[in-house]
């Protein structure tokens, strides 16, 4: 039997959660392997706040400070992150707008960015923070928690 594909959006802004599963062996990895490099075979965008590379750097590096990960393959990992064929959105973009939203919504303007540039862009933010997905009222057609079709 052939597993059913989720349904990925053709564009998306992905944020770090997502991100680092392409590269850290965790619940979810295939979905987020999928979603970066469109496992349906069509055209994709995905996009991402310049922040999201200093958030990845940041979990790569908890990683091998805790010995889950050699330095190496945290330095591997992140050349290989700024490999992927993401579109990078500079924060003077979005900031404004981020803290908005943080102070509206009660959520940290890190969070906040990838949802300020998924309104700018007008495409789903696709997350495996279901904690963000829970503090935003749930998935739906904007918000999108990865592994799920919602």
Request: charged content about 25%; some cysteine.
């Amino acid at each position: 039997m052939i597993p059913a594909t989720r349904p990925y959006p053709t564009a998306c802004v992905v944020d770090a959660s997502v991100l680092v599963k392409v590269f850290l062996p965790e619940d979810g990895s295939d979905d987020a392997t999928d979603l970066i490099h469109g496992a349906d075979g069509s055209e994709t965008m995905r996009a991402a706040p310049d922040l999201a590379y200093l958030q990845c750097a940041n979990i790569f590096w908890k990683h091998a400070r805790r010995g889950q990960l050699s330095p190496d393959d945290a330095r591997a990992s992140l050349r290989d992150l700024l490999a992927l064929p993401l579109r990078i959105w500079p924060h003077d973009d979005i900031a404004e707008p981020a803290l908005d939203l943080a102070i509206s919504l009660g959520i940290t303007a890190y969070d906040a960015s990838y949802l300020a540039l998924s309104r700018l862009l007008d495409v789903p933010l696709v997350t495996a923070d279901s904690a963000l997905v829970r503090k935003l009222g749930g998935p739906g057609e904007r918000l999108r928690l990865l592994g799920t079709s919602r």
